[in-house]
């Protein structure tokens, strides 16, 4: 993207994101952003929302793989715990 249509898309941007935008600017990106709530409470939904969907692909792979691992390895992990007393960690 180049300098003049990043600086149009960035304008047509919130008040909130234009502030930080120009904050992460000025640091040469040492300045990473501040907390941002929509993000921590609609995480995925959020990320989708601003175009990040390689992001939400990668979380929802994340999850596909945990369910895939408790599927695989549950009864086993259970078993240890029930016997052994410990943890099994996959």
Request: hydrophobic share 45%.
């Amino acid at each position: 993207m180049g300098d003049s249509t990043a600086a149009e898309s960035l304008s047509s941007l919130s008040e909130y994101y234009q502030t930080e935008f120009q904050k992460i600017r000025d640091s040469s990106e040492q300045y990473k952003g501040k907390w941002n709530w929509a993000a921590f409470l609609a995480g995925p939904v959020w990320a989708y929302l601003k175009g990040l969907q390689a992001v939400v692909f990668i979380y929802v792979l994340s999850i596909i793989v945990k369910f895939v691992i408790f599927g695989l390895r549950g009864n086993y992990m259970y078993y240890t715990k029930l016997t052994k007393g410990r943890n099994l960690i996959i």
